[in-house]
């Protein structure tokens, strides 16, 4: 099946980027890796008259990690590359963990961490652990850099802040806390290929003088429009020993604080019951790695 | 000449595939592969509503844009078709209704793809949208809203009998178990979309089709029914066939437009279903709404089964009775029932249309009766592996729809797959969330009739042999993935003493092999291996007499082996094949052989007589391991075990390889797959992530056997193995989850939540669930 | 907008007249007589359409032709040398992981992949690595002996010194 037709172009500096977004504005669309944008121009989701290849940009490329400040990553870099760099899987673990979940091999290949927040799906894996992390976007238009919060930039499904005339040009990651682990994990049907049924990610910090929890974030995916944070969850870990009790009321506040829908592959309850059976476990498994 | 404990030279053993070089090398040609001189591209334009009349269809916009070079609607050819042309409803485009959402209306022939699909863009379709029925229980009540004028209560087809005397012996049965199941709406899902490349040629009026289908026979006859030609005229070519599974046994609308279109351009036209048509032209499983009653006596025999089925059809005739039939004759194996009654009722419903899927008709009667059995186990305290051997049919078996069980090793499945697993060590012994789960199967292979009235025979092979191209045997057997092109290049090899990757075959072309008649009910390996055989024996016999000649020695101890033939008795006197070839064309002339198969007749005489009876049964028993995360529902396989009775494996691990597939079909369907429909009666997931096929990620590793067997009956000692393996899979897993958790399901797939809402952790719809068995059995009554 | 692209595909260059919104796979199949690529699906579900571009994992099905440019292509026409079939064609021949071979050229392409990162995978990285390569003939298990089965053969072949 074919597509509808549109032109391309390649710019080869940002530059020239900013130019072509300042003159097709929203007629034209981005494009990194193509697993969702081609399928998307194929069902008429999307309608551009102009498709705009970042690929050749250097700025969209390399993830770079400087000690207490952080990690910053190209938009344009492949998820395979997410599972397989070092430093995120030794710092952020929680991400290489979702980069591992995405569909396959091939789309792992193909597609790009700037994809999958600008796509904006709501069961996208990358966005709740970077939500978790405190990420911001850069956002380069034609009025230079701004840097917008992840947890703020993603607006709902397939809908972002961006600006007709600006590019997601990199994610930046903080420091992580001291002490801290992350972890995510997801439900779906089949064990490969799967658009989940709900995931949970968590970012827990521990007090080591008194073994309590100093930090924790949590954010869900697929179970809201957006990723969605769980700030009463998260409140009822603050400061707390990290018993049974409290774990479970934390899971238990996940599940209330998601928004799921009955749909195709799962009905609400269903995803509310999974979230805080994921939550309790994800928050076990982080706190003993920690401590 | 063979017998059965027979040296065999390539027979029995796990030779390579003689098209896998091909197909490794990408160069195995697909009929989308293909492209003809002047060949252009068509598509079909699809129905958006359920049901609906077509008020006015528009396309002279269609016409108008450059690059088409013709646009047809229904009314080109308003000649309805079906496999066996019993009640035939579907036509090459819709005319006067649409009847499902995804029906085709219209076709445009463009230079190309993209060209052809813009045209379809502009054809403007005005529907009035009539009242839809997704589901048969509902349309079968309804008689004011037919969804064909001549099917009163939307009722495609009734069918009843009654063996021995059910309610009598129910009532005197000492216990009774009964249930409601439901088979799901799945899909073949081969990989390969059907593709057709029509070529006609107006100079000698002929339509060549090539096309990926299982039966080229009957689709040359659909083809000059519905096109109005003469048979000889047409000639279809069965390309490689990238999976079928049942899916492509009838003709497609598209085989028909493409040939309309063909021969209205005088052009060839290929037209490739996407994906999502695939989907809508469906022709797969029947969903069945079944409700079966099965007694036993204290010893737990089986005293008799009722079964009351409501098969959903979609919104064609399709496959039809045939179906209906086959659910019917495929409960009175493995098991003995002295009492069998049924009814079925096919019923039409708007939606896509179901046909046949592998293991047809036999995975929604083993979700029944397996799964029965193991209630009726529990209720009289006998374990399941113990009630199946207990009343596990044996070579010998007469059914009471007068079928003769000739060979069956199923005890031996049983067994073999009871101790490998550690079935009894296991069973109502795992913890809680852990199961096992026991199943057996069966499945006939080929049937005694063909689809239209006729005793010609099912297979003929003919054998030619010379020294310019070696042996090539000709056969209309149609090779569909399963290895069938293998399998009879060995049988030839080893009955003519040569190397199986010489011999050349001629298969699946109507006009240059003989008339086969395809590749379903698991039929092709037995009957094409007597035409083979046959074929073989007449060729040696004329070969052998003048190579007695040559070599002085009695044609009766002659024998071929290793290129060789040479006398059993006096093994000095041998000659090469070559040579022995050469010295007949010489001395005779031309050297042929034919063969024929035809099957033998069966003696019952009630409705249904028709479909059932067959020479020969595969048997298989499975059991499955399983672990429930309690607080998911996720089901994890932890263990898979196979015992399958094939009679002689003429290829070990083709056979294996059937099995392994077999399963993964059955898994799916236990587990993840099912079509949806919407509110508007469209299709939810017609697409591959939604729809959800087993990955590499979901097969657990299988432990398979081949028991030791051998049919006599059988030209190599084969019987089916092909589809047999697919209906034990989900009864094992229904019965895996009840050892597991205590809740014994009804329906498919498993899917998480409904194993959760099962374990009242989360609310369902309603307040019990529709898919767990309601109500303990009744038991202990006095005979 | 018609344009004239050169392709790289398996070391040979092609021109190719395209418009910008022709995808890969269509362009090998229709325009350049490179069939063995198949095309399942059309949506990257299936993995039929799996080719090597720059040595990385690709479903031609979703890949523009003319993004390709200045890349270097590899479908399995390209596996064989000069008809002598590669290790990992001949280890699915052997190991019976062919029946239908709809889904074989992207199961190879995988497969190569696979092996090319992680040349002695075991069995659970070789599930994942074709994780994304959908067969409906053999239940995969033959495909994982035919992965195994080749890991060892290119193990053999390396241990001598290269062939």
């Known amino acids: 099946m074919g597509l509808p037709p549109f032109n391309y172009m390649a710019p080869k500096t940002s530059a020239e980027l900013v130019d072509m977004l300042a003159e097709y504005g929203d007629r034209a669309r981005v494009l990194a890796g193509g697993t969702d944008l081609i399928n998307w121009i194929a069902e008429k989701i999307v309608t551009p008259e102009v498709v705009i290849d970042l690929n050749g940009l250097k700025s969209v490329q390399g993830i770079t990690y400087q000690d207490g400040k952080g990690l910053r990553i190209g938009a344009a870099v492949k998820i395979e590359d997410i599972e397989r760099s070092e430093i995120i899987r030794a710092k952020y673990f929680s991400l290489y963990q979702a980069a591992g979940q995405i569909g396959s091999p091939q789309v792992r290949a193909m597609a790009s961490i700037g994809g999958n927040s600008c796509n904006a799906s709501p069961c996208a894996d990358t966005p709740p652990p970077l939500v978790t992390f405190g990420a911001s976007v850069s956002l380069l238009g034609p009025n230079g850099r701004r840097e917008v919060l992840l947890e703020d930039f993603i607006r709902g499904n397939r809908s972002t802040a961006i600006a007709p005339d600006e590019f997601l040009e990199s994610f930046l990651v903080p420091e992580p806390w001291p002490n801290s682990t992350s972890r995510y994990e997801t439900i779906a049907l089949r064990a490969a290929q799967e658009i989940d049924v709900a995931s949970v990610a968590v970012n827990v910090a521990m007090d080591p003088k008194n073994g309590c929890i100093a930090e924790a974030r949590i954010a869900m995916g697929a179970v809201a429009p957006k990723p969605q944070r769980a700030p009463k969850a998260e409140a009822v870990l603050l400061g707390r020993q990290p018993n049974d009790d409290v774990i479970e009321k934390a899971a238990a506040s996940c599940s209330t604080e998601c928004q799921p829908i009955d749909d195709l592959r799962a009905s609400a309850t269903y995803r509310r019951h999974v979230v805080g059976v994921l939550a309790a476990r994800l928050l076990r498994q982080a706190i003993a790695a920690v401590s | 000449m063979l017998e059965q404990n027979r040296d065999f030279k390539v027979i029995g053993r796990s030779v390579p595939r003689v098209n896998g070089a091909d197909k ?87 230079k190309d793809e993209k060209t052809a699909e813009r045209a379809l863009d502009l054809i403007e379709v005005e529907y009035e949208e009539l009242p839809f029925f997704l589901d048969p229980r509902e349309a079968m009540g309804q008689d004011e809203q037919r969804i064909h004028p001549w099917a009163e209560n939307n009722l495609n087809y009734e069918g009843n009998q009654h063996f021995g005397d059910v309610d009598n012996s129910l009532e005197h049965s000492h216990a009774v178990v009964e249930n409601n199941f439901y088979s799901s709406y799945t899909n073949c899902g081969f990989l390969e979309p059907q593709s057709a490349l029509a070529d006609f040629n107006p100079g000698k009026g002929l339509l060549t089709l090539y096309t990926c289908n299982q039966l080229p026979h009957y689709l040359q006859h659909t083809l000059a029914r519905t096109l ?52 809508f032209q469906n022709k797969s499983r029947h969903p069945c709404h079944m409700l079966m009653k099965m007694g036993f006596d204290a010893k737990g025999r089986i005293t008799a089964v009722d079964f009351d089925n409501i098969l959903d059809g979609g919104a064609h005739s399709s496959w039809g009775f045939v179906v209906l039939w086959f659910v019917a004759a495929l409960t009175h194996l493995p098991y003995k029932i002295p009492n069998v009654r049924y009814r079925g009722r096919r019923i039409y419903t708007n939606k896509p249309s179901t046909g046949a899927q592998r293991c047809l008709g036999g995975v929604q009667v083993r979700i029944c009766v397996e799964s029965l059995l193991d209630q009726g186990a529990s209720a009289l305290g006998i374990s399941p592996c113990d009630i199946r051997m207990i009343n596990a049919v044996e070579s010998g078996y007469k059914t009471p729809t007068v079928v003769e069980v000739r060979h069956a090793e199923f005890k031996k499945c049983l067994q073999s797959v009871t101790a490998r697993s550690g079935f009894r060590e296991k069973y109502g012994k795992l913890p809680f969330g852990r199961g096992i789960g026991m199943a057996g199967g069966h499945y006939s292979t080929g049937g005694a009739f063909l689809l239209y009235p006729s005793y010609r025979p099912h297979s003929t092979a003919n054998i030619r042999i010379d020294n310019e191209s070696g042996v090539t045997v000709f056969i209309g057997a149609t090779n569909i993935g399963q290895g069938s092109n293998t399998v009879i290049c060995q049988m030839a090899a080893e009955m003519l003493g040569v190397d199986y990757r010489n011999v050349h075959l001629v298969c699946q072309d109507t006009m240059l092999a003989p008339m086969d008649n395809g590749t379903y009910d698991s039929r092709l390996t037995y009957g094409a291996g007597h035409a083979v055989k046959n074929a073989a024996l007449d060729v040696r016999a004329k070969l052998f007499e003048t190579t007695s ?11 071929c082996g290793d290129g060789e033939i040479f006398s059993v008795f006096e093994p000095e006197k041998r000659v090469s094949f070559q040579k022995a070839v050469y010295q007949h064309l010489s001395s005779v002339g031309a050297l042929f052989g034919t063969g024929e198969y035809t099957p033998p007749q069966p003696k019952g005489d009630y409705e249904g007589k028709l479909i059932g009876p067959s020479p020969a049964f595969g048997f298989t028993a499975q059991v499955v391991e399983i672990e429930i995360d309690i607080d998911t529902g996720q089901i994890k396989v932890l263990g898979y075990w196979e015992a399958g009775d094939c009679g002689k494996a003429l290829n070990p691990m083709a056979v294996e390889g059937q099995v392994h597939g077999a399963i993964s079909m059955g898994l799916g369907a236990a587990l993840f797959e099912e079509m949806v429909m919407d509110s508007n009666g469209a299709m939810l997931n017609p697409n591959f992530h939604d729809y959800k096929m087993p990955t590499t ?86 005979e | 907008m018609k344009q004239y692209i050169e392709l790289a595909i398996n070391g040979l260059s092609y021109d190719v007249v395209i418009s910008p919104e022709d995808l890969l796979i269509d362009v090998m199949r229709q ?24 040595g990385k994992r690709a479903l031609a099905c979703l890949t523009l032709a003319i993004a390709c440019q200045g890349r270097a292509i590899e479908t399995i026409e390209g596996l064989e040398d000069e008809g002598r079939l590669d290790t990992i064609q001949e280890a699915f021949v052997d190991e ?50 035919a992965v195994e089965e080749a890991a060892r053969r290119r193990q053999a072949q390396s241990g001598k010194g290269g062939e």
């Open chain 2, 24 to 110: 490794v090398r990408g160069k195995a040609i697909f009929t989308d592969d293909m492209f003809l001189p002047g060949m252009v591209y068509g598509r079909i334009k699809h129905a958006t509503v359920a049901h609906g009349k077509i008020k006015s269809i528009n396309f002279e916009k269609a016409l108008e844009l450059p690059g088409v070079l013709a646009v047809i609607t229904g009314t080109e050819c308003p000649k309805p078709f079906s496999i066996n042309n019993y009640k035939p409803t579907e036509l090459p485009l819709a005319v006067d209704k649409v009847v499902y959402f995804g029906e085709g209306v219209a076709a445009v022939a463009a």
């Open chain 2, 228 to 279: 109005e030609m003469p048979m000889e005229k047409i000639r279809v070519v069965i390309p490689t066939v990238g999976g079928a599974f049942g899916g492509k046994t009838e003709a497609t609308p598209s085989m028909l437009v493409a040939s309309l279109l063909s021969r209205k351009i005088g052009r060839p036209v290929k037209i490739t279903y996407t994906r999502k048509e695939v989907f």
């Open chain 2, 549 to 559: 000649a040559l070599l002085g020695v009695r044609k009766e101890h002659l024998e």
């Open chain 2, 697 to 782: 990620m979901d097969m657990p590793e299988i432990d398979s056997e081949i028991v030791d067997s051998y049919d006599p009956t059988s030209a190599f000692g084969n019987k089916e193995v092909g589809e047999g393996p697919v209906g034990p899979v989900i009864p094992a897993f229904l019965n895996a989850v009840y050892d597991a958790i205590g809740v014994r399901f009804t329906e498919v797939p498993l899917k998480p939540e409904k194993i959760l809402q099962a374990l009242g952790k989360i609310k369902g719809p309603g307040d019990i669930p529709l898919y767990v068995a309601q109500g303990p059995a009744r038991c202990g009554k006095e």
């Open chain 3, 31 to 54: 325009q350049l007589g490179l069939t063995g690529t198949k095309k399942g699906c059309g949506q990257g579900d299936c993995g039929t359409c799996t080719v090597l571009i720059d």
């Open chain 3, 96 to 145: 019976g992981a062919v029946q239908c071979g709809f889904c074989t050229p992207g199961m190879i392409m995988s497969a190569k992949a696979l092996l090319d990162e992680n040349p002695n995978p075991t069995r659970a990285e070789i599930k994942r690595g074709l994780a994304g390569n959908l067969c409906r003939c053999t239940g995969y298990i033959r495909i994982f002996d």
